[in-house]
């Protein structure tokens, strides 16, 4: 007999939970809710829904097909099932299932069904079993009308009936008994349901075992260390706990509400300042835990939480945030005090451009200089106001989520309100050095300065694309938008036409004017790195105040420094760059990804990883990909490993927004490119472009897995294989297959192997869709 609530629930047991559901009144059109809350995703019910317009009960069986197929990886059982349907607030089908289905004894009898439906009952053996409450009069004319079969609804009153007095179940075995043909059949019930009584007593005398106090427990292993543990990741829960307040059960109401159902198993529990408990799990459900366990974060820290550590990656660290709130206030602090300062200097400020305006009238060719002036500096405004509000934003929704302390947050929101005044403060102080500066050294301009960065075309270019710009060699371009895949909307000076240019086609203009926005980054670098230039380092001397003024005047009047300081500023690399469309992280912490992640919006579908280990990678895979808005993903000079391929296989298997995949210089090698082409093949129909660029351990061996990715998708429309140790042959027999998949329409190669295609006997059909580089 399996053990209270473990009988298995697979696809072969289907149209039975299918009856089940329907005898217990199942709301069929809740199918879509009942998908959802198995875990299904919303793609597939949208799947089901499409294919079954209007037939709820079809959608149903549907959606029961796919969890018992998708749970094979985890045991399935009718408390699963009643869980599910508690959580959707069905209670009585719920607790009928519990109570019935999930109960030991009725489990032994639900192990027989196939073999009971088989057997025909002689009309006494029926009567008998209406006389001893098995079934009622309505149901005993119905057996009698059905050849005297237990099939259907009768079936689940017997089960019914034997969950609520388990004596019942030797009853109806007496009865079976008095039929030969069901003499085999009544053996086998009794000899389990003996063994069963076995099993009740050890389940008994485990949940006595589970209540004793952690103290027995603490530092003796709760489980031998096997090879198996080879393929598991360690979990790690640190707990405010009293070993002599907490038992085994609350180890295992801990993980349940961690974890749900996933296989998790407790190796050790040791004891100091608190308690250590150090888990396994299989590696392939590390996905899975991370999610599951970030979801009820909340839940466990009320249980008294003060670390969780999954794997390589740290789910909660309350002594971490402490650390990080501590440093937060010291931030506010140097804040609050610049505040003071800028109070007390905007005073003298206001008081000297009230003196200048009184003494002076600004003739015609000053006032058309200062509105052009003014135009950048509202520019410049809203610019520096939209960094500190985000710094402003960005310290709250820390705040927020790093501590729950009341009185902190109370503080903390005074702080945020102080800030705020500080903006609007420190906004009239810029407006007002900026206006000074610029009557002092700017003319009267006939056009308005580019809000943008200014590059210079290094040669002609002709559009290719309707959306791209044509420009001349020297043409000077400012760029609107940078984009993350190196086309950037530009727009002539010249011609003021726009259109899309490739950031190797352009220059920085060393020559041109500054702009705001250019000004304010060479303003931040300079006064945040450490710039061995000498009177960079003696404005940072100079008060907060001053500082900016006396940085644009000395970039105004001296070039040298100023192209100095432009090239001091590009050679540095930065670990996160914010695009318009998009963000591209290079030798990123783990902190800074769990930062960057927080702050993404719907605009940032492009996402881009640079000189990475892999355990960020491993962290990261989960988070960008289960994200519905991001549309481009690229590892670039990053060894991935084969957890990391695995990661991706599986995250790739349910992704239903990634378009496209660029995996560059990953060294990743034959055995990925199988990986990853098996599951384009049969679990992904949306991934557009798929690049495997500079990638030398793909060998010849991968055009296999190509041909066969090729010829079973049919939505990816580029493929690039650039880079690969993929022989010319091995080219041939991709190209032959490009005759059959003409969804690819961009097939990028070398241009060492442009002879040997050439000579392909059908070149002349698939030539305007390889591109040589």
Known sequence: ????????????????????????????????????????????????????????????????????????????????????????????????????????????????????????????????????????????????????????????????????????????????????????????????????????????????????????????????????????????????????????????????????????????????????????????????????????????????????????????????????????????????????????????????????????????????????????KEDSKKKLTKAMQMEIDHLRSTLHSKTRIEGILNEREKEIEMLQEKISLLNVQQLKETSVTLRKDQSTQSIDPPKGPVYVAKYDYEQREATQLSFKEGEKLEIKEEHTDGWWLARSLDTEQEGSVHIDHIKKDEESELSTLESLELFYYAMTENVDIPKIKEIKTSSNVERASLFLSLIKQNSVLLNQLREKEREKTKAIRWYDDGVQLTSPSLIQCQEVISLLTYKHMNISIIKSSPDIVLNLLPVVLQNEKVTYFKIQDTQLTQDCISSLCNLLANNKSLLALHLTNCSIDDKAVADVTSVLKTHNDTLKRLSFFNNPLISSFSAQSLSELITNNSTITELSIRGTSISSDGILLILSLLLINENIIKFYLDMKHKDACIEYHDYNIIKDRLIFV
Not at 39 to 58: F, R, V
Not at 217 to 245: A, G, Q
């Open 1 to 376: 007999m399996a053990s209270k609530g473990h009988l298995p629930l697979d696809i072969s047991k289907l149209n039975f939970v299918l009856k089940v559901l329907r005898h217990y009144k199942f709301p069929e059109a809740r199918w879509f809710e009942f998908g959802l809350n198995f875990g299904l995703s919303y793609h597939t019910l949208k799947a089901i829904e499409s294919a079954n317009k209007g037939d709820p009960s079809n959608c149903l069986m549907e959606c029961l097909a796919k969890w018992l197929t998708e749970g094979s990886d985890r045991t399935l059982v009718w408390q699963t099932l009643a869980n599910a349907l508690r959580e959707m607030n069905v209670l009585s089908v719920s607790n009928n299932i519990r109570k019935t289905m999930a109960d030991p004894v009725s489990e032994i009898l639900q192990c027989y069904i196939g073999r009971l439906a088989q057997v025909v009952l002689t009309e006494e053996s029926v009567d008998l079993l209406h006389t001893e409450g098995l079934i009622s009069k309505d149901t005993l004319t119905e057996v009698k009308s059905c050849g005297c079969s237990l099939v259907g609804d009768p079936m689940l009153l017997i089960l019914s009936a034997v969950a609520e007095d388990h004596s019942k179940l030797c009853t109806l075995t007496s009865i079976l008994m008095k039929s030969k043909e069901a003499m085999s059949l009544a053996s086998d019930i009794i000899m389990e349901y003996d063994a069963g009584d076995m099993i009740l007593a050890y389940q008994t005398h485990l949940d006595e075992f589970c209540e004793n106090k952690l103290t027995m427990f603490c530092d003796h292993p709760l489980k031998r260390l096997s090879s198996s543990l080879l393929t598991c990741e360690t979990i790690k829960f640190v707990l405010k706990w009293n070993p002599s307040e907490h038992s085994l059960s609350s180890i295992r109401a801990l993980l349940w509400k961690t974890f749900k159902d996933n296989q998790v198993e407790v190796v050790v529990i040791k004891e100091g300042n608190s308690i250590i408990v150090t888990c396994y799990a299989p590696h392939y459900l590390m996905e899975s835990l991370l999610v599951t366990a970030r979801d009820n974060v909340d839940m466990l820290k009320e249980m008294g939480l003060i670390s969780l550590t999954i794997g390589y990656y740290t789910v909660y660290d309350e002594h971490a945030i402490d650390e990080e709130v501590k440093s937060l206030m010291k931030k506010l602090e140097m804040v609050e005090s610049e505040r003071d300062d800028l109070l007390e200097e905007n005073a003298k400020l206001k008081g000297t451009i009230d003196t200048l305006g009184q003494g002076k009238e600004v003739d015609e060719s000053n006032k058309s200089s200062i509105q052009s002036s003014d135009f950048d």
